[in-house]
């Protein structure tokens, strides 16, 4: 069971949009509305930012937004600010009854 | 406000066992299903399994089965992982996670972490 593809660094300028990919397969992301992503600061725990797909917990910044398209689910920052700059995860139900993360995105704002 | 705190760093030698814990507080401990995430340095994250503390029903991701046990005491609101043999190659940080949504396959909230060092 393969971790689903993220790329390994994005950047971007304050006040820009950014997306970051995760590509599957038709076993997870393709299949299941249950892709979720987290943002993990330095040092600290992971924290959920969206869940089954494009979904917003309470107390989550509206400029975070999820979408998906086939086998890639994309997380969209908007807005950027400094704050962003993190390592942001996603990851999917499956069809083996598990739960599979990507790789890793590290966001650095210039 | 629901918690979830789990025991101190741990520092063991290869072959050794060792059991970390985390008790969870401010929700119905017996409706969630409850597990770990492995963090190796400078790593991504890895879904290691659950539990349902209400029956103890498990699950393992393809990697951690046989490697690692999941456990659970509903008496005191508590999951363990326990490992009967470790491995140099266990040495990470492991989150506690609650798991949420159709088949909890998101995770709404997260220990603090707990640092397993094996020299």
């Known amino acids: 069971q393969s971790a689903l593809t993220q790329p390994a660094s994005v950047s971007g300028s304050p006040g820009q949009s950014i997306p970051i990919s995760c590509t599957g397969t038709?076993?997870?992301?393709?299949?299941?509305?249950?892709v979720s992503w987290y943002q993990q600061h330095p040092g600290n725990a992971p924290k959920l930012i969206i869940h089954?797909?494009?979904n917003r917990p309470s107390g989550v910044s509206n400029r975070f937004s999820g979408s998906k398209s086939g086998n890639t689910a994309s997380l969209t920052i908007s807005g950027l600010q400094a704050e962003d700059e993190a390592d942001y995860y996603c990851?999917?139900?499956?069809?083996?009854?598990?739960?599979?993360f990507g790789g890793g995105t590290k966001l650095t704002v210039l | 406000e629901m918690q979830l705190l789990q025991s101190g760093a741990e520092v063991k030698k290869p072959g050794e066992s060792l059991k970390i814990s985390c008790k969870a507080s401010?929700?119905?401990?017996?409706?969630?299903?409850i597990g770990w995430v492995r963090q190796m340095p400078g790593k991504g994250l890895q879904w290691m399994g659950f539990?349902?503390?209400?029956?103890?029903?498990?699950k393992y991701g393809p990697s951690f089965q046989g490697q690692v046990t999941i456990s659970a005491d509903k008496s005191i609101n508590t999951v363990y992982l326990h490992w009967g043999s470790l491995l140099a190659s266990d040495t990470a940080m492991y989150y506690c996670?609650?798991?949420?949504?159709?088949?909890?396959?998101?995770?709404?909230?997260w220990g603090q972490g707990t640092l397993v060092t094996v020299s």
């Open positions: 996670v609650r798991g949420s949504g159709w088949y909890s396959n998101y995770f709404d909230s």
């Open positions: 401010g929700y119905s401990f017996t409706r969630y299903w």
């Open positions: 539990i349902y503390p209400g029956d103890s029903d498990t």
């Open positions: 038709s076993s997870d992301v393709g299949t299941y509305n249950y």
């Open positions: 089954d797909v494009s």
């Open positions: 990851s999917s139900y499956t069809a083996s009854n598990t739960v599979i």
